[in-house]
């Protein structure tokens, strides 16, 4: 049979309030008894019945995941993040996909909140990039902490993790430069992202620190999507100046932006250099594969559910990394310029 928290305090030999404390990671809490309870637990494979919990108290042990993004691979390595840290913390999560450019999200992620009974939220691009859906939010009585792309918080409003995009692209566009490639091609991601800014900044930095002249007909709008790199390519390589190496600003559109060469019959990298970003498993099933930036997504996930469900319990987050620099990953589909 199913082992009962009665269970659980009758084998550690102590009262059913403390196997309750250990569950909740309550600090009041002996180390030598929290070890006790928690082999117990172990030992008896208890699980606690969350909506139980959630329902019989006043205290909500759910956290949500709200977010609007086309990428897949970011989406599950960020869902894979939050629901490790929530198995290890005794916590429900919540997917919730919606549409952040909707008329009444707010309303509805409100509703969401309001219905689940949601101890806090985990905001990623482009929520966590919106002050007033924000303020919103944190108007409800539940914790939000924001996945965010720069160096420094924009604000105060919620405790964030820090993605230096900035830092990174610069990193990629200085490695093409340092291979001898001077016209750089630049395909962006979704405007209303900040880490398609961020990006493009750090790719116009490195070429002004190496005295090479921005191009802006090198420079391509796009989406987070693999077609954005197919014909952000395909516009690339068919204009004027044509480009001897291509930064794509996720491995999506790299992947994309190594197709329509391929269809072009240009050969990767003798004739053409491309570079993805966030090492996404795009990034190493193309061939060649993909040189980019390795971008932890579920680590950071992890963190920053962790950092949440901190709040949610009103401690001091410990040995939480709040500020990521994604690293030069170099592979097959970068070589010296001819």
């Given at each position: 049979?199913?082992?009962?928290?009665?269970?659980?305090?009758?084998?550690?030999?102590?009262?059913?309030?403390?196997?309750?404390?250990?569950?909740?990671?309550?600090?009041?809490?002996?180390?030598?008894?929290?070890?006790?309870?928690?082999?117990?637990?172990?030992?008896?494979?208890?699980?606690?019945?969350?909506?139980?919990?959630?329902?019989?108290?006043?205290?909500?042990?759910?956290?949500?995941?709200?977010?609007?993004?086309?990428?897949?691979?970011?989406?599950?390595?960020?869902?894979?993040?939050?629901?490790?840290?929530?198995?290890?913390?005794?916590?429900?999560?919540?997917?919730?996909?919606?549409?952040?450019?909707?008329?009444?999200?707010?309303?509805?992620?409100?509703?969401?909140?309001?219905?689940?009974?949601?101890?806090?939220?985990?905001?990623?691009?482009?929520?966590?990039?919106?002050?007033?859906?924000?303020?919103?939010?944190?108007?409800?009585?539940?914790?939000?902490?924001?996945?965010?792309?720069?160096?420094?918080?924009?604000?105060?409003?919620?405790?964030?993790?820090?993605?230096?995009?900035?830092?990174?692209?610069?990193?990629?566009?200085?490695?093409?430069?340092?291979?001898?490639?001077?016209?750089?091609?630049?395909?962006?991601?979704?405007?209303?992202?900040?880490?398609?800014?961020?990006?493009?900044?750090?790719?116009?930095?490195?070429?002004?620190?190496?005295?090479?002249?921005?191009?802006?007909?090198?420079?391509?709008?796009?989406?987070?999507?693999?077609?954005?790199?197919v014909q952000g390519a395909k516009t690339l390589l068919g204009g004027t100046v044509k480009p001897t190496a291509i930064f794509s600003c996720n491995d999506e559109i790299a992947a994309g932006a190594l197709f329509a060469s391929r269809l072009m019959n240009i050969a990767i990298p003798e004739a053409l250099s491309?570079?993805?970003?966030?090492?996404?498993?795009?990034?190493?099933?193309?061939?060649?594969?993909?040189?980019?930036?390795?971008?932890?997504?579920?680590?950071?996930?992890?963190?920053?559910?962790?950092?949440?469900?901190?709040?949610?319990?009103?401690?001091?987050?410990?040995?939480?990394?709040?500020?990521?620099?994604?690293?030069?990953?170099?592979?097959?589909?970068?070589?010296?310029?001819?």
């Amino acid at each position: 049979m199913k082992a009962t928290i009665n269970d659980v305090a009758k084998h550690a030999a102590v009262s059913i309030k403390t196997v309750s404390r250990v569950m909740n990671n309550e600090p009041s809490v002996r180390q030598n008894t929290r070890d006790k309870v928690m082999a117990a637990v172990a030992e008896l494979n208890y699980q606690p019945n969350l909506a139980a919990r959630n329902l019989a108290g006043t205290k909500s042990y759910s956290i949500a995941y709200v977010y609007d993004n086309p990428n897949a691979y970011y989406v599950i390595d960020m869902q894979a993040g939050i629901l490790s840290a929530c198995r290890k913390q005794g916590f429900e999560l919540l997917i919730h996909p919606c549409n952040a450019k909707a008329d009444n999200i707010e309303q509805e992620v409100a509703n969401m909140v309001k219905h689940s009974r949601i101890a806090g939220l985990v905001l990623t691009p482009p929520f966590s990039e919106m002050p007033e859906f924000v303020k919103a939010m944190t108007e409800l009585d539940v914790k939000v902490v924001r996945i965010m792309s720069g160096d420094e918080a924009p604000d105060d409003l919620t405790p964030c993790i820090m993605v230096n995009d900035h830092k990174a692209a610069f990193t990629i566009t200085q490695h093409l430069i340092d291979l001898g490639h001077s016209d750089i091609g630049f395909i962006a991601g979704g405007a209303e992202h900040k880490s398609t800014i961020e990006r493009l900044e750090g790719y116009k930095q490195a070429l002004s620190d190496n005295n090479i002249a921005i191009n802006n007909d090198l420079i391509i709008d796009g989406e987070y999507s693999f077609d954005s790199g197919v014909q952000g390519a395909k516009t690339l390589l068919g204009g004027t100046v044509k480009p001897t190496a291509i930064f794509s600003c996720n491995d999506e559109i790299a992947a994309g932006a190594l197709f329509a060469s391929r269809l072009m019959n240009i050969a990767i990298p003798e004739a053409l250099s491309i570079a993805g970003f966030e090492n996404s498993p795009f990034s190493r099933q193309t061939w060649p594969k993909l040189t980019t930036a390795d971008q932890p997504n579920s680590e950071i996930a992890e963190n920053a559910a962790n950092l949440l469900i901190a709040q949610t319990r009103k401690q001091t987050p410990t040995n939480i990394v709040q500020h990521y620099t994604p690293q030069l990953v170099i592979r097959d589909s970068s070589a010296k310029a001819l």
